[in-house]
């Protein structure tokens, strides 16, 4: 694992309809590793996730800025598929990308960004393809039927696999590597008892 000085924080994107189950495993244990993580709302404002849990965003989304952050993550949401109110956080992630910034997001946010134009010339995967075809967008022979997928500082997953997420994460960022990586996957994608001994020798 990194060492934790200077490091800049993660940025979750939290808004009304937020996924609860898709980032808990990437953002526990981005915390763990000595990430602060920072919620980015649209505005102050309370927002309430599909599970009824209210979180107050630490900052409105106009004040991110990508210098300031090492990643920002995109979760999905019923709103991502029910007009634009999500739209400005595509943009954000535009701005993210354009500097050099990773973005990470799962689900619905990968909608999102196909109706950015993110998709259309990166490697890319999500719920199935056919849900992405739905945005119009031009990306569709770099679709991938994988878990997660990686391409540049872009991840990529669909609902079900919120534990290949952050293991892409934690690749990208150099949190976990090689051996460990992959134990902490088998641990807790396929509850893998030996993985645990892995863990153990790695300190973690």
Request: with cysteine.
């Amino acid at each position: 694992m990194n060492g934790t000085t200077s490091r800049k924080p993660v940025h979750l994107a939290v808004y009304d309809t937020f996924a609860d189950w898709e980032t808990g495993h990437t953002t526990a244990y981005l915390a763990r590793a000595g990430y602060e993580i920072r919620t980015v709302g649209p505005d102050r404002e309370l927002v309430k996730t599909i599970g009824g849990v209210r979180i107050q965003p630490d900052l409105a989304l106009d004040d991110l800025r990508p210098e300031d952050s090492s990643l920002l993550i995109l979760t999905g949401a019923d709103l991502w598929d029910t007009g634009d109110d999500l739209a400005p956080f595509a943009r954000k992630a535009r701005a993210f990308l354009d500097a050099g910034v990773p973005v990470a997001a799962i689900c619905g946010a990968t909608a999102g960004l196909a109706r950015e134009g993110l998709l259309d010339d990166r490697n890319h995967t999500s719920a199935i393809s056919f849900y992405l075809a739905a945005t119009g967008y031009k990306g569709g022979e770099r679709y991938a039927d994988a878990d997660a997928v990686t391409d540049g500082g872009l991840i990529t997953a669909g609902p079900t696999e919120p534990v290949a997420f952050a293991r892409e994460v934690f690749r990208l960022l150099g949190v976990y590597e090689g051996e460990v990586l992959d134990a902490w996957y088998r641990l807790f994608h396929d509850s893998d008892p030996e993985a645990y001994a892995v863990l153990e020798a790695a300190g973690q």
